[in-house]
């Protein structure tokens, strides 16, 4: 793509920006999960090989669930897309003048004058590939989206690159309660190192992108705190293996 040629030339625009949704989403989603339900569980159970077991299998069913979920939803967007093209194409070819009058208005609320609009309307309907893209773009606010196989690894590894870490401490670390602390610690550095990549991608404030995403991490730590300090109450709780 003409666009895609120009794009890599300029620094400014990391190649990786196309995937950031789900680097991003993978992330983020995992050490959210992870901390939050960490912070649930060990606040209500007493066995540390309990909280280890859980966590992991957890994190490893989270990241198998998230691949495969963006793999369907962006295979799902491919297929409407292939068919959305199809009808479009069916137009074309059996609706012509229609088609050209809404490529026709496409510019006209662009704001280009009447001669501009003419040009542009006569040089997109000479080439039926061109004319088709402005309609699936402009017309119907579609784009293709490419490699779902590849959407769906990159956010289960992703998931399981931040996921794993705030499981660590509960292996290495001794007693429960430290294992703990120093899971919330490593927790704020994931989600620190996040922020970085999300500033790294879209510029912007360094400062706001980093404690953004890890305030909103905390948050779902908090949420877990209190689910498992409900189970507490509930007497469901002190679980020994």
Do not use: C
């Not at 989206?145 to 670390?173: D, H």
């Not at 991490?217 to 509930?234: D, K, R, Y």
């Amino acid at each position: 793509m003409p666009g895609k040629l120009i794009a890599e030339r300029e620094p400014q625009h990391p190649a990786s920006g196309q995937f950031l949704r789900d680097i991003v989403f993978g992330a983020n989603d995992g050490v959210v999960t992870a901390i939050g339900f960490l912070v649930g569980f060990a606040s209500s159970v007493a066995d540390q090989s309990v909280v280890v077991i859980a966590g992991a299998l957890t994190i490893i069913a989270g990241a198998a669930s998230m691949a495969l979920g963006n793999f369907l939803a962006v295979k799902s967007q491919r297929e409407h897309y292939d068919a959305m093209e199809k009808i479009e194409r069916w137009e074309m070819e059996n609706k012509p003048e229609a088609e050209v009058r809404e490529i026709r208005e496409i510019y006209t609320n662009f704001g280009f004058d009447k001669g501009a609009v003419e040009l542009l309307t006569k040089k997109v309907t000479s080439d039926r590939e061109l004319w088709l893209k402005v309609m699936m773009r402009d017309e119907l606010g579609l784009t293709r989206e490419e490699q779902p196989g590849l959407a769906g690894i990159l956010i289960g590894i992703f998931y399981l690159l931040a996921g794993l870490p705030p499981l660590l401490p509960f292996i290495f670390v001794k007693p429960l309660t430290r294992a703990l602390i120093m899971s919330l610690i490593v927790a704020v550095l994931v989600m620190g190192l996040i922020g970085a990549l999300r500033w790294w991608l879209n510029k912007g404030n360094f400062s706001t992108k980093v404690v953004e995403t890890i305030l909103i991490g905390l948050a779902a730590a908090a949420i877990g705190f209190v689910a498992g300090e409900v189970l507490n109450l509930l007497g469901i709780s002190g679980v020994n293996v």
